[in-house]
């Protein structure tokens, strides 16, 4: 029989299960040696039960074209990611580090603005922010706490090391499909599961209900949580109704709550309304309240702004709390952790030059074509020009962009991410990941063990997003041997 | 349990369309059935379904004579239409796709599966050949979905108000069928009377009455008892009496239930007076739109107190 891993070589980029010399990294020896017994064929067999897997689980997210929503099925690797348990925690001890000092920042940028009077930050970066919410000013929601749930975007470097790309403070997502990606791999390859030591990762619903547990403005023994989707539309709906099963909560849209005469707030039930705690809201802030916000928004419920600063409902994540959630403001989050915590950073940024800083931008501007410029304010990887892998055309569009809105655009180095096998055409091949764990942050802090590891599908790509023909891939924090 | 206004509404919702769906299959194959057992030029038109399911307006709107085939197109397989059994499943999915956490774990699969096999097979089943196994799998997949419903799902808010949906559903339903069909028997006045007692069997078996009648009532089909069975047998599930009676109990529970319930009480009262052998053709359709408006108006109700609250 032939070796399919033989052919592998993962020399030009750090590789998370093989080394430089073709052997099984220590943490992925089993797991590898066992995937070794099997064929191109039987690889293809479970591949084909893990995609039967998602059907039946009807796993699937929404893309917009333009020919309208489509409903796809998920796409899932079935080689998982595998990480030390020791590495792993000291990654999340940063993570934790780097949620508490991007909390104390939004604390005080909404309070007193010691970081700004300190010039720690400069002040217009923030003021000026779209993302700066000046209806929260004066706010400060239980245990100082503004970003509840935090999907933290990791990419590990040629040098091994972990470094956060993007800290996601408004409403990230993903989180389900790490759940449903271990229920896969256990369908599809059940043999690996022997003699392993992995942390589960199930348990994230009772894990968010005891954060949002304790944003409660009432003290109940259990209080009452929603979760806010915009509807059957909106490209997470899956994960949505997800998590309000997982938790036992409701899943409700705009048009189900209400705020009453007394600023709570209170859901449609059919025994009349029912006082409403926690909102875990999924809809983007801007869409939240059109008293507050936008006034055509056809989502939000009239007066939820005001019940929030009357203290009467809590809502995670925080409105505003996407100021810190900026590619600008990324730039200061070391400095942040100095500042706040007078600790040294755990995890590090990846350097970033701010097109709005004079000696930053020409530098960016002469070096377009080893740069990745992104725009200070999109997500999900649009309007990205990865320098390297584009043409003459493309470095001379976002020249003329970055010097018409310098606010606006942000550079950094082009990354070597790291690389794991990936079944590609009844082979094994290299392609780059990340990795997005969550963080969630209440009374007290906790972080996914691993996370949900994206891959880009395309040879040579670096885009894992989803919407952009990524996969994802089952991500394993291992014991070491007992 | 904390039931939503807005969930409650759709599981309803769905209870209707499914009902109707599954009604909707057995009339036109009780029809099916019929068509070939009567000598041509004495069977009832083709029409009468159109008739039955209140589609007259649908139904120009699309063809212009009322054939077979035109009949069978708009019933089985124009989805634009609402009297239509796509249409009704298109309905019922879109409501279980968004009430999935309060339904059996296979709901959303099984239902997913009525949609598919009814998209992939309506079409097809226009022409005789096809007609008949498609409307009885279609009937046996809506069985299964009860079934999953009736078997696993803990009586709580969310069945109560799929009881509602599903039993005034097949009230109005039963209505129709006996007000349309029994017309339809009568104003032929003797005209080919040799065949009149097949019509009154089709028309039980419209209502899948025909077994529960004849041990209860005897082989003799005749329109007074056929009629008074339909309307008040109290052991026999798709009676208008049993449906009714069902209505009031899943009422029982619900909180601010007085006007609803008020509303279902003059609908009983209604039902006990009415005796069919002492009703003329005229009577009884006055007595069914009568009816059925009390039905809407008991919808209304429902809709009013517990779908629409006022904040």
Redesign the interface.
């Known amino acids: 029989m032939e070796d399919i891993w033989n052919r592998y070589r993962a020399s030009d980029f750090f590789d998370e299960l093989i080394t430089e010399k073709g052997g099984a990294r220590v943490a992925a020896r089993q797991a590898v040696n066992m995937l070794r017994k099997l064929s191109g064929a039987e690889l293809a067999a479970r591949q084909e039960a893990s995609e039967v897997a998602i059907r039946?689980m009807?796993i699937s997210f929404t893309v917009y074209t333009e020919g309208g929503n489509i409903d796809r099925a998920w796409p899932f690797d079935i080689i998982p990611r595998i990480i030390p348990a020791k590495e792993w925690s000291r990654v999340s001890d940063g993570l934790v580090q780097r949620t508490r000092a991007l909390n104390c920042f939004i604390d005080d940028i909404y309070n007193k603005q010691r970081i700004l009077a300190d010039g720690v930050v400069p002040a217009e970066i923030v003021l000026e922010s779209p993302n700066f919410k000046e209806q929260c000013m004066g706010m400060s929601p239980r245990h100082g706490v503004w970003a509840h749930i935090c999907g933290t975007d990791l990419v590990r470097n040629g040098d091994g090391k972990f470094y956060v790309l993007e800290d996601n403070l408004r409403v990230p997502s993903g989180v389900s499909y790490m759940v449903e990606n271990r229920e896969i791999t256990k369908r599809a390859l059940p043999e690996l599961f022997e003699n392993h030591s992995i942390l589960p990762v199930d348990d994230y619903p009772s894990q968010l209900y005891s954060t949002l547990a304790s944003l409660s403005p009432r003290e109940r023994r259990r209080p009452?949580i929603v979760v806010l989707t915009p509807g059957?539309y909106n490209s997470a709906y899956f994960e949505h109704?997800f998590l309000?099963?997982g938790m036992g909560a409701?899943?409700?849209?705009g048009?189900?709550l209400?705020v009453?005469d007394d600023e709570c707030v209170?859901?449609?039930?059919?025994?009349?309304?029912?006082r409403v705690d926690v909102i875990y809201r999924r809809i983007d802030e801007d869409f939240m309240d059109p008293e507050a916000f936008r006034e055509d928004s056809v989502l939000g419920i009239p007066g939820l702004m005001r019940s929030w600063k009357a203290g009467k409902v809590a809502i995670a994540n925080a409105p505003g709390a996407g100021v810190a959630d900026d590619k600008v403001v990324y730039a200061y989050v070391l400095d942040m952790i100095r500042y706040y915590l007078r600790e040294k950073p755990i995890v590090n940024s990846v350097p970033t030059y701010l097109c709005m800083r004079e000696a930053d931008r020409e530098y960016v501007l002469a070096n377009l074509k080893n740069l990745v410029v992104k725009p200070a304010n999109e997500s999900g990887g649009y309007g990205i020009m990865v320098g390297p892998h584009s043409d003459a055309a493309t470095h001379k569009k976002f020249a003329k962009l970055i010097e018409e809105n310098p606010r606006n655009y942000i550079a950094q180095p082009t990354l070597s991410l790291s690389t794991a096998p990936t079944f590609i055409e009844n082979g094994v091949e290299p392609r780059h990941l990340d990795l997005r764990p969550f963080i969630l942050q209440g009374k007290d802090s906790w972080v996914t063990p691993g996370g949900l590891t994206r891959v880009a599908l395309v040879k040579g790509s670096l885009v894992v997003n989803s919407s952009q023909g990524g996969g994802s891939k089952d991500t394993w924090i291992v014991e070491g041997k007992r | 349990m904390t039931m939503l206004s807005s969930v409650a509404e759709r599981l309803y919702w769905m209870a209707r369309y499914l009902e109707r769906a599954e009604d909707t299959a057995r009339l036109v194959s009780a029809y099916n059935h019929l068509i070939m057992d009567i000598p041509s030029g004495s069977e009832p038109g083709w029409d009468i379904m159109v008739k039955i399911l209140d589609a007259q307006e649908q139904f120009a709107q699309r063809f212009r004579v009322a054939n077979e085939q035109n009949v069978l197109k708009l019933l089985l397989a124009d989805e634009e239409s609402p009297c239509s059994i796509p249409y009704s499943v298109k309905a019922a999915r879109e409501n279980v796709r968004t009430t999935r956490d309060v339904l059996p774990e296979d709901a959303w699969e099984l239902m997913n599966e009525l949609h598919i096999f009814t998209r992939d097979n309506a079409e097809k089943s226009v022409g005789r050949r096809n007609r008949h196994a498609f409307l009885a799998e279609f009937v046996s997949r809506c069985q299964t979905l009860n079934g999953l419903i009736q078997t696993t799902l803990s009586r709580d808010h969310a069945y109560r108000f799929i009881k509602l949906g599903q039993l005034l559903e097949r009230a109005d339903m039963t209505t129709r069928v006996v007000d349309v069909g029994a017309g339809d028997i009568l104003d032929r006045e003797g005209n080919f009377a040799a065949i009149d007692p097949l019509l009154w069997s089709s028309l039980l078996h419209a209502l899948s009455a025909m077994s529960a009648y004849r041990r209860q009532v005897g082989p003799l089909i005749e329109k007074n008892a056929m009629v008074d069975f339909v309307f008040m047998e109290p052991a026999f599930p798709r009676s208008v009496r049993f449906c009714i009676r069902g209505i009031r109990e899943e009422l029982g529970p619900l909180k601010n239930n007085g006007a609803t319930l008020r509303s279902i009480e003059r609908i009983r009262r209604r039902l006990r007076r009415f005796h069919a052998e002492q009703v003329s053709r005229a009577e009884l359709h006055a007595f069914i739109d009568e009816f059925q408006h009390q039905v809407n108006l008991l919808h209304r109700s429902i809709d009013a107190t517990w779908f629409q609250p006022e904040a």
């Open positions: 039946d009807g009452t059957i109704a309000a099963q409701e899943l409700v849209e048009t189900d209400f009453g209170y859901m449609r039930t059919v025994d009349g309304p029912a």
